[in-house]
DNA sequence: CAAATAGTGTCTCTAAGACAATATCAC
DNA sequence: GTGATATTGTCTTAGAGACACTATTTG
């Protein structure tokens, strides 16, 4: 076995015991409400895409949407193949979350899961209309850090309602990651998947990434803020955001009218 | 079938074609140089551990030390291990850099890569002495971006000298990706596992924690900022350095004394 | 006019960069 | 004393939080 051709012709690689590999995607979109009066301007609202299973193990509990790696695709291809076969849409971005790979965490066997965050655009969800099945549901998130030090995830959609609550385990690099203390029933270990990918969306909310994700091609930038607000959970001064915003975003001569009080000029993202 | 038991016993997951899974780690050390006066304090050096290979694809080429995923093990823990039978030695800290999963990255065959990074203490290797193997060096690492918008890295041994080049694609949630331009004589997309490692590794010592990783229990403020200057490749003034860590370490009584100057006081990280 | 949002100006506080100045040891 | 590092102080600038104020539209 002398030469490279050689080497790789006795190669079997079917000797060697494999695992199977998913990826898993948690995808949010911010769905705008309807305004409460003439005046106001509307709400948001961050919602995220959970499948009803359909078969064992974990049936009818509700689930990340995500499918087996297949030959030829990355596995961030794989995670956008299977976010636009569910929802017949395709994401505007799609991060990596991290790799979940625990011996346990499949009782199907040896299966190892790489989570992604996507990005769903509120426009594309409306014009394909892909809202009708029943298995497939967008959830209203609520993710908040309790005065225990854990994180609680609320998961509503119509009457369902799915409470879970995480520790947060180390921290390395920026990001966390999530043990299960209740898993609020969802499937397998998705609620830390979920926490992870939150915690991951936020981080890339600080420098506006994700933000102009969520927004159309232009936006006032009162809506940038509120997109903002909703993805980090927390209340920004007007002022204080126009400031630091500034340099990301350019003016367009368009101005929204009609909405009941001062007309926002357009903005759109720089560069 | 039924419950989820039958469905569990009648599911065969070998049906479904899988990937084979490594894990590959970049393990960095910081080796303290001789001093060249016996007044001036030493420099650091950041070294990276590579693997000449031995077996076909890539013979006698340089790469990460990594292995197959095994059965009943996370892909941290099998990171872990391969890089403890590679040195003799527990790394201090690792942490994900990312999955490596290009179709055609591996000539023999499907398979996947997750990538860590990893930080090896000067001291535990100086105990061990695990420098004796002839197919598994320390290379000195230069990982700088030029004007025209690409890294080069740079990694030396003796008379061995990689040199690869990279462009960073699109940076996603504070991490960046690179492509590669020139391998450099590393094997696989190894140099591009490197960068992002390295891309990694600063961002991490950003809030010092890698920069913990290096050091010993106590240590001199001006040895932090010594690891600090080498793994950002920067130079900072000391005043401000030591304004800045201050609220991330706390003093002890002890000195360090008879080095040819004003003897500094020992720190360690706080809390 | 009233209600609501759009948009600007500015005070303060903090963090970081630059740099000057002092302190202390081994030889 | 000399050479080197250790350590402190302070000037300046940039950025973010808080808040007051003005501008503009629709009903």
Known sequence: ??????????????????????????????R??????????????????????????????WALPG???????????????????????????IMPVGVFSEPERDPR????????????????????GCDDAADAQWF???FTCSEDGNYHLTLEYEDIRLEAVLAAEKTCFGRTSFRILESGGLAFDHAAIIAAALSALREEAKNYDAVFDFLPETFTLTA????QETIMNVSILPANFRRMVSAYVEETDEYVRGEGHRPARLYKRKK
């Open 1 to 30: 076995m002398d030469t490279e051709k050689e080497f790789l012709s006795n190669y079997h690689i079917e000797d060697y015991e494999r695992p199977s590999v998913t990826a898993d995607v948690a995808a949010f979109m911010i």
């Open 32 to 61: 705008t409400e309807d305004k409460t009066s003439y005046r106001k301007n509307p709400e948001n609202k961050l919602l995220l895409l959970l499948i009803r299973r359909g078969a064992h193990p974990f049936r009818d509990m």
């Open 67 to 93: 499918g087996f790696l297949q030959k030829g695709e990355t596995v961030e291809e794989c995670a956008l193949r299977e976010i636009e076969e569910e929802t017949t849409v395709k994401p505007v971005s």
């Open 109 to 128: 066997g040896w299966i190892i899961s790489n989570a992604y965050a996507s990005v769903i655009s509120e426009e594309s969800v409306k014009q394909t």
């Open 140 to 142: 209203a998130v609520s």
């Open 224 to 227: 940038m803020q509120k997109v």
